[in-house]
């Protein structure tokens, strides 16, 4: 089973508003970690916002926030008022327990558009 | 003051030849990866090192041999180039714990003609 799973190939937003790209993922630790990237058209992988399991409150990073759903297993990406420079794909990804503690999950990404 | 550094950051070759890419982290971080990212922007981890022991050895073809030699440094000497191993290899870092996020490399971008 696909332990991140991004449903949105791709997506558009206008300018200035707020855009949600979803993503869900499949574990059965308690303890683990969800994050959210950014790799704009230049390649770099930038981090935007963690998730612990345990926080009871969403993560917020600015314009980002993370809609965090226990009971679905869902970790939604918010971002708002888009701005042009948001074009970029985004990965959401997962760190558990598992084996060794160490390995990230990484889902297929979404290509967000930000239309002018 | 570069988190982790790759290089070469381009890398063009002829099939059957041998390269190798660099990376370093100056984070202080136990646990260095390999990832490939495809044409498709596909992340597929390959290898994984902590404290300078190999953790994660996915299926990659035994071509792929990396190499830790301290926990700031993390090889990936490939041997014998194919044409489908051109793709963007990154270089991650992180420390152990489910908190913690991976620190990127810039990327290497290998092509293989």
């Known amino acids: 089973a696909q332990k991140i799973t991004q449903t949105q190939p791709g997506m558009f937003v206008q300018e200035k508003e707020a855009v949600t790209l979803d993503c869900t993922y499949d574990?059965?630790?308690?303890?683990?970690?969800l994050f959210w990237y950014k790799q704009p058209s230049s390649g770099e992988m930038i981090f935007l916002i963690y998730?612990?399991?345990?926080?009871?409150q969403n993560a917020t990073e600015g314009r980002y926030s993370l809609n965090f759903q226990k009971a679905r297993k869902s970790a939604n990406l918010v971002i708002s008022a888009s701005q042009l420079g948001d074009s970029a794909m985004y990965f959401c990804?997962?760190?558990?327990?598992?084996?060794?503690?160490?390995?990230?999950?990484f889902g297929t990404g979404t290509s967000l558009t930000v239309i002018p | 003051d570069t988190a982790v550094s790759q290089t070469p950051k381009y890398l063009v070759t002829q099939m059957g030849n041998d390269k190798s890419i660099k990376c370093e982290q100056n984070?202080?971080?136990?646990?260095m990866y390999w990832y490939k990212q495809d044409s498709k922007k596909f992340l597929k981890i390959m290898f994984s090192?902590?404290?300078?022991?190999?953790?994660i050895n996915e299926t990659v073809p035994n071509r792929f041999s990396p190499k830790s030699p301290d926990k700031a440094h993390l090889n990936l000497h490939i041997n014998s180039l194919e044409l489908g191993d051109s793709a963007v290899y990154f270089c991650?870092?992180?420390?152990?714990?489910?908190?913690?996020?991976?620190?990127f490399g810039p990327g290497t971008r290998l092509t293989v003609t």
């Open positions: 991650a870092s992180s420390q152990t714990g489910t908190a913690y996020e991976q620190y």
């Open positions: 090192y902590n404290n300078k022991e190999l953790i």
């Open positions: 990804a997962m760190r558990d327990v598992g084996d060794t503690g160490n390995q990230f999950y």
């Open positions: 984070l202080g971080h136990d646990t």
């Open positions: 574990t059965s630790d308690q303890s683990y970690g």
């Open positions: 998730q612990g399991s345990y926080d009871e």
